[in-house]
C-alpha cells in the first residue's frame, strides 16, 4: 500500500483547472513521518537500473511529437535523473496512473520531500493538519533544462515565485532548506557546484 497515512484523490480543478487532481491530507500528520512508499512492481516507473523510457531532451519531445494525444501527460510527469536524461513514464501511451504519487502538486512553499536520493519514499517536511494538500517543490527533482521550465505556479503561497525557472538548486537559503529532501540529480548539482565554487576560490 503505497500511501502510509490516511490520504485521498482530490478534484483540484477548482484551484488548478484543466480537471487537475491532487492528494489531500486526511488526518494530522508529524514532520519527519513517511507518507507514501513506491509500490515497486506498480510503479509509474521503471526501475533506474532499467535503461527503459530513460531517454534525452530530444527524445522526449520527439515521443510527445509522436504521441500528441499523450503529450501533456508526458511532460507533466516526465522528470530529470541528470542534465540530458529524463525518466518517462511506462504507461505514457494510456496515460495510466498506477500510483498516486504522481499527483502530489508543485508549491513553493511544500510539505513533503524526499527520504532518500532515489525518491521512492516521501516524508512530511513540516506538520501536516487534515484537509491539506500533499505537495512537494519540483526543484526537488529538476532543473533548468525541465521540461517544466515557464509554468506557471497556481500554488497560491505567499512566496510564489509565479514562473518556475529550476535555478533554486543554485541559491544558498534554497539548499538549506531543501537539499536533504532532494533527489540525486539535485544533489548532485549541489555538490559540483560547492566544489567548483571551491576550486575558484583556490585560484583566486
Known amino acids: 500500500m503505497p500511501f ?27 514532520a519527519g513521518e513517511p507518507v507514501f512508499t513506491c509500490d515497486l512492481p506498480n510503479c509509474n516507473y521503471y ?7 530513460k531517454l534525452k531532451k530530444a527524445q522526449v519531445l520527439a515521443l510527445m511529437e509522436a ?15 541528470d542534465d540530458d536524461l529524463f525518466d518517462v513514464p511506462r504507461h505514457y501511451k ?16 511544500p510539505n513533503c520531500g524526499f527520504g532518500g536520493d532515489e525518491e521512492e519514499l516521501v516524508i512530511a517536511i513540516r ?9 512537494y517543490h519540483y526543484g526537488l527533482m529538476d532543473s533548468e533544462n525541465s521540461l517544466w521550465t515557464g509554468l506557471v505556479c497556481k500554488c497560491g503561497e505567499k512566496n510564489c515565485e509565479g514562473e518556475l525557472k529550476f535555478d533554486w ?21 549541489i555538490r559540483n557546484l560547492r566544489e567548483e565554487q571551491k576550486n575558484n576560490q583556490g585560484t583566486s
Open 4 to 30: 502510509l497515512k490516511k490520504m485521498e484523490v482530490q478534484d483540484l480543478s477548482s484551484k488548478y483547472g484543466q480537471k487537475q487532481r491532487g492528494v489531500v491530507a486526511l488526518e494530522p500528520i508529524r
Open 94 to 109: 494510456t496515460q495510466e496512473t498506477t500510483e498516486d504519487c504522481l499527483l502530489f502538486n508543485h508549491s513553493c512553499n
Open 47 to 53: 526501475r533506474l537500473e532499467d535503461p527503459t523510457n
Open 127 to 135: 506538520d501536516i493538519q487534515p484537509g491539506e494538500e500533499m505537495t
Open 67 to 81: 504521441y500528441p494525444e499523450a503529450a501533456e501527460y508526458i511532460r507533466y510527469y516526465t522528470y530529470m535523473l
Open 169 to 189: 538548486w543554485r541559491e544558498p537559503k534554497w539548499q538549506a532548506k531543501y537539499e536533504k529532501y532532494a533527489g540525486a540529480h539535485i544533489k548532485r548539482k
